[in-house]
């Protein structure tokens, strides 16, 4: 559908307005939103109705999905629905979004595609896949993680999918590490560790 120049203009004031609205309330707004790590465990929803229908249709490529024979194709198609079919946004606050509200909205923040993309890998069976979150400075990643013949298979949400042996290693080829004071973390629905 084309928009028309008056149409474009409506619309661009009308964002405007939702933005200034949204940073006058942005404390009171991130107040409310605000997680603690042990709350971030919920944020992985394997059994939404929404998450389970669109693994569903990952399940559906396979004659009789297994996991052991089938998972490592459906992760790849999941990480690539996830890259394609989620338009990455960022908006000036901290805000966290549901996978079913990520599926519905078809865009989320990285943090909410990795969230997204562990709870479709947990729900294909991988009950071990995590996401990671790690920070040095200004610097961040986000990547979730499922097993793997050679460890664990890394699916960085911005950077593509590379095998390492365990989470430490991808960090450590990420460049984060306890030497230059990063931090880092992985969670799925049912655990939270500290890893740096």
């Known amino acids: 559908m084309f928009m028309s120049g008056e149409d474009y203009d409506v619309l661009r004031k009308y964002n405007s307005i939702y933005l200034e609205i949204i940073m006058r309330y942005k404390d009171y707004i991130e107040e409310e939103e605000r997680l603690n ?3 971030l465990p919920r944020l992985v929803t394997p059994e939404n109705a929404t998450v389970s229908a ?15 024979r ?5 992760s790849i198609a999941a990480f690539r629905h996830v890259e394609s079919k989620i338009t990455n946004i960022s908006i000036p606050i901290q805000f966290w979004q549901s996978p079913e509200e990520t599926i ?3 865009a989320g923040d990285v943090f909410d595609k990795a969230v997204l993309l562990c709870s479709m890998f947990v729900n294909l069976g991988d009950s071990d896949s995590k996401v990671v979150v790690a920070v040095s400075g200004e610097r961040q990643a986000f990547f979730v993680y499922a097993k793997s013949d050679n460890g664990i298979a890394a699916f ?3 950077g593509g999918a590379k095998e390492y042996h365990d989470a430490r290693h991808a960090l450590s080829e990420l460049g984060f590490s306890e030497a230059n ?3 880092a973390y992985e969670f799925n629905n049912s655990v939270y ?4």
């Open 70 to 74: 089938d998972f490592a194709k459906a």
């Open 54 to 68: 669109l693994c569903d249709s990952f399940r559906s490529r396979f004659s009789n999905y297994s996991y052991e």
């Open 37 to 39: 790590v042990s709350d």
């Open 156 to 158: 960085d949400i911005k």
């Open 193 to 196: 560790n500290d890893l740096l």
């Open 104 to 106: 519905k909205r078809e």
């Open 181 to 183: 004071d990063s931090e």
